[in-house]
């Protein structure tokens, strides 16, 4: 596990020249994206490159981490919507190329069909995390198996606490998930994490430094050959 120290817009900026370097090589790339805060600076960059001409999204494939269960994804807290408006309204990507699980309607199904889908369309070359402030990648909790594929989770209260802030009350927030599982993530080729701020800094710990265990899920990336973590001096403050 490689780790890279920075602010935000440093480590953002490379993290978006990594997604370049992928697309650039292999046109028709598989790329694993992840909602939250921490990666939408690394979509602005993606955005502004693609305008820029230095990459074309045309014939790539995406597939998302996850979905809250009950939004819709015209819902403005579900992660469809979130992809839309952040990434996929401002590039060249032909949007039914784009996967987000479903949150609604027939979603398990979906769900049972996602990791064959990735594998159909040749595996996921890239994949970008953001981590939970309880160490969780995706939603993958702790306590989640680490051979998990795609699944529905219930979310800890931490986590409904956390992304509260993102919702008028904290009673709208759905309780329950579907996600990649930890397993599916590890198939990835390449992996690469950004985590930022104090809030993060236990959970950078157990990533880096802990115990590979179930209880904190993203430790398990330590055994991934191309994982690189890119963190700011604040989420790497506990590890320093
Ligand atoms: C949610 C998402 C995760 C994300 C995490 C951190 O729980 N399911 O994929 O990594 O939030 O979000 P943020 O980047 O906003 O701190």
Redesign the pocket.
């Known amino acids: 596990m490689k780790v890279i120290v920075g602010n935000e817009e440093k480590i953002s900026a490379l993290i978006a020249e990594e997604f370049i370097k992928v697309v650039n090589k292999k046109e028709n790339a598989v790329l694993g994206l992840?909602?939250?805060?921490?990666?939408l600076k690394v979509y602005a960059d993606l955005a502004k490159a693609n305008k820029e001409g230095r990459v074309s999204f045309k014939k790539v494939t995406t597939f998302n981490?996850?979905e809250y269960v009950g939004l819709e994804g015209t819902h403005n807290q579900s992660y469809r919507y979130f992809m839309n408006e952040n990434l996929f309204n401002h590039i060249d990507i032909d949007k039914k190329n784009t996967n987000v699980l479903l949150g609604v309607g027939d979603y398990k199904k979906f769900m049972n069909e996602y990791d064959g889908l990735i594998a159909k369309a040749g595996g996921i070359d890239i994949q970008i995390?953001?981590?939970?402030s309880d160490g969780?990648?995706?939603?993958n909790e702790p306590g989640t198996a680490f051979d998990s594929l795609t699944h529905e989770t219930e979310l800890t209260e931490q986590?409904i606490r956390?992304?509260s802030r993102l919702f008028n009350d904290i009673s709208e927030v759905p309780t329950r998930?579907v996600?990649m599982g930890l397993k599916s993530i590890m198939n990835a080729r390449k992996i690469v994490l950004i985590a930022t701020g104090k809030?993060?800094a236990k959970a950078v710990y157990g990533l880096i430094k802990g115990p590979i265990s179930e209880d904190m899920p993203c430790s398990i990336l330590q055994k991934h050959p191309d994982c690189t973590v890119y963190v700011d001096e604040e989420a790497y403050s506990l590890v320093k």
């Open positions: 992840a909602t939250g805060t921490s990666p981490l996850d995390l953001g981590i939970g969780h990648i995706a939603f986590t956390d992304n998930a996600t809030n993060k």
